[in-house]
């Protein structure tokens, strides 16, 4: 399974950008899709995640409201709408995938498989 992420971006506060995820395989309606982030210095963040179906989204607290997760199986494809972006939404980006159980969807551990990252830049 190989994940490419792209759509990053320089962006300025209170703007928007939408990441994609395209996986490879036959089983990519099978995963759950997550997103991660990671900032200069910090540990990398869960963001937000989408099962199979696409009828449960889970979102961290610092980023409801202002991103949606979506899927589209017959694309294989992820998408991460992010809007009213602020300064501390800047980090590279990650999708991942994996089959990890209820309760360990945000969970950076559960997920078996990533992509290389897309840099996402918001200047204040």
């Known amino acids: 399974v190989q994940l490419q992420a792209s759509g990053g971006g320089l962006v300025q506060a209170g703007g928007s950008l939408r990441l994609s995820c395209t996986v490879s395989g036959r089983t990519f309606s099978s995963y759950v899709m997550g997103w991660f982030r990671q900032a200069p210095e910090k540990e990398r963040e869960f963001v937000a995640a989408?099962?199979?179906?696409?009828?449960?989204?889970y979102y961290a607290d610092s980023v409801k409201g202002r991103f949606t997760i979506s899927r589209d199986n017959a694309k294989n494809t992820v998408s991460l709408q992010m809007n009213s972006l602020k300064f501390e939404d800047t980090a590279v980006y990650y999708c991942?995938?994996?089959?990890?159980?209820?309760?360990?969807?945000?969970?950076?551990?559960?997920?078996?498989?990533w992509g290389q990252g897309t840099q996402v830049t918001v200047s204040s």
């Open positions: 989408i099962t199979w179906s696409g009828g449960s989204t």
């Open positions: 991942a995938a994996g089959r990890p159980p209820y309760g360990t969807r945000t969970y950076e551990r559960a997920y078996a498989y």
